[in-house]
């Protein structure tokens, strides 16, 4: 095979599409590359002129100029080609003629412009996910960080050099394990953590979402929103609630459950003295409910808009006592101005507050100080003690005593009205999920028999204690307490206090008793009681507000 025949060869098979014209302005080569990106035949191309063959050609014109072209963009209709165009020349640097080599581009073109348009959309979304207040983070596959947003550093306090190829073991929670890593594990998204961030203590909600490509999990993205300053709000929101509703009744007879017979014996001599103008006593023992009967009668009565003042005896000596119910700027009766002062411990009340008391329930009004006090509303008394007795031994006040218990209602205690525990603890448990941010909607019936078998010498309270302490035996997904959730009640000591838990809640507990039964002791006096505890007064008072006491 002659040597321009192999070159002809070679440059029919080459990949790149190869034109020649001669000095005629006619096609004397087209390869197998060029017919096929023009869509033309080489028996029909061969030997015509170029510019009748090719739609807008430049051949001709770097014949007659013999200046190349080279790397030219051009449209052939809907393909795209690089071209570059060149003439030839003989040995006396005379132009005879002109080659075109071009290659289509069309598909590479294409990529280029999505690849454009990626990193356009990757500059918008970058863009879109720095605006946001919340702080976002991007791990792999094994729980790397990979990207965060300008929040982040702002919420959390590292930067992205900080966290970015790191494993995200410290960049969200204290005390647990980082959510991207339990997401990269799980392969579940991981929703709703409340938490503080290890860096500064802020309190956050984390959600974690996996992130699949084709099936495949590639990573997880986190958003963490910064709840700190929103829970500040929440807790001086429920501090000046707490203010503003410290003369309210929330309690209604709706609230109390009544399945008994001997609660709805109360409730009904409730709701008939409520109608009455008369002062009431309630007796019953520690924990089984007199203010919320208190609150309830109230809330019946025609005072219901008025003010609910509430006042218990145990943490207050006589000094106090008599300061707050008649010698204080605005004294209790008189901040309970047509509506109710509830009196709870009121068995715990001073010689003198007791004289005075019994004068203002006699006359309407006393005289202290040179001030005038009128008693202008209805007052319930509350004890657990059995003032009779009291009354034999000189301990109270007799003609106080049928003064202030014109209706007396016996409250019982819970053992005596266990038809009320299925109803009741489901209502305490609708109050613990929001405590305990759960879902447990429902008590099993093996639990339901274990509860109404047990006595409850703490009543109410008692049970209240028993049920929170079963949700924090709880699972998360966990949504029925049952007999494996209950403490064990028959390890309850005599006066209703659980002695499991740990070691700070039992001792919180034993603590609370102590001062609680020494305060009793004392009659309400701090200062003997202090005494009697080798404490400051100072020192008690602070106990008394940390152990809920105050």
């Known amino acids: 095979m002659k040597t321009e025949d192999l070159i002809l060869r070679i440059l029919d098979d080459i990949q790149e599409a190869v034109i020649l014209i001669n000095s005629e302005e006619q096609i004397i080569f087209l390869n197998n590359s060029a017919s096929k990106i023009l869509n033309l035949s080489k028996e029909k191309a061969l030997y015509k002129k170029v510019t009748d063959t090719i739609s807008d050609t430049r051949l001709h014109i770097v014949l007659k100029t013999g200046i190349p072209e080279l790397d030219r963009i051009q449209n052939l209709g809907k393909k795209i080609i690089v071209t570059s165009r060149f003439p030839i020349k003989n040995e006396n640097d005379e132009v005879i003629g002109a080659a075109a080599i ?23 979304l970058r863009a ?48 647990q394990e980082s959510m991207h890593i339990r997401c990269s594990r799980e392969k579940q998204p991981i929703l709703n953590v409340k938490t503080k961030l290890a860096t500064n203590k802020k309190e956050v909600l984390i959600n974690v979402n996996p992130v699949f490509v084709k099936g495949e999990f590639k990573g997880s993205v986190g958003v963490i929103h910064d709840i700190s300053e929103i829970e500040r709000l929440i807790r001086e929101l429920e501090a000046t609630k707490r203010l503003l509703k410290k003369d309210e009744a929330k309690y209604t007879f709706e609230d109390i459950t009544v399945e008994s017979e001997i609660m709805k014996n109360v409730v009904f001599q409730s709701k008939k003295a409520a109608n009455t103008n008369v002062n009431l ?71 003198d507050v007791q004289n005075l008391m019994y ?36 301990k109270f ?45 429902d008590i099993s019936e ?47 000591n005599d006066d209703g206090n659980q002695i ?7 001792l919180d507990e034993h603590e609370k008793r102590i001062i609680i039964e020494t305060l009793k002791i004392c009659q309400g006096n701090k200062t003997a009681a202090a005494k009697k505890l080798g404490l400051t007064v100072r020192n008690l008072y602070y106990k008394l507000e940390k152990l809920g006491l105050k």
């Open 102 to 124: 071009f290659r289509d581009i069309t598909s590479v073109q294409k990529l280029a412009e999505e690849v454009t348009n990626l990193r356009d959309l990757e500059s918008l």
């Open 281 to 351: 006593l309630l007796n019953g023992e520690p924990g089984v409910g007199k203010e919320i009967l208190a609150q309830a009668i109230h809330n019946y009565s025609s005072k219901r808009d008025n003010p609910f003042i509430s006042m218990n005896l145990l943490l207050y000596d006589e000094k106090k006592q008599i300061e707050m119910f008649f010698d204080s700027e605005e004294s209790l009766i008189e901040r309970a101005d047509s509506g109710t002062l509830f009196i709870d411990n009121a068995h715990l009340m001073g010689a």
């Open 359 to 394: 004068e203002l329930l006699n006359e309407g009004y006393v005289y202290y100080n040179k001030k005038k006090i009128n008693l202008n509303a209805r007052i319930i008394f509350a004890t657990p003690e059995n003032l009779k007795e009291l009354m034999s031994i000189g």
């Open 500 to 506: 499991n838990g740990t070691l700070k809640e039992m």
């Open 128 to 175: 879109i996910i720095d605006s946001t207040y919340d702080a976002i983070s991007v791990a792999d596959e094994e729980g790397r960080i990979v990207m965060v947003n300008k929040a982040y550093t702002k919420v959390t306090g590292l930067s992205p050099k900080d966290v970015i190829g790191k494993l995200a073991t410290y960049d969200i929670a204290e005390g």
């Open 397 to 441: 006040s007799r003609k106080l005593y049928y003064k202030m218990a014109v209706v007396t209602i016996e409250v019982p205690p819970l053992r005596e009205r266990k038809e009320d525990l299925p109803s009741m603890s489901k209502q305490i448990l609708h109050i613990l999920n929001q405590k305990h941010e759960k879902v447990v909607y």
């Open 446 to 492: 093996d639990a339901i028999n274990i509860l109404v078998n047990y006595d409850w010498p703490g009543n109410i309270r008692e049970l209240e204690n028993v049920l929170d302490r079963a949700l924090m035996n709880m699972a998360q997904s966990e949504t029925i307490i049952t007999s494996m959730h209950l403490p064990d009640l028959s390890k309850e």
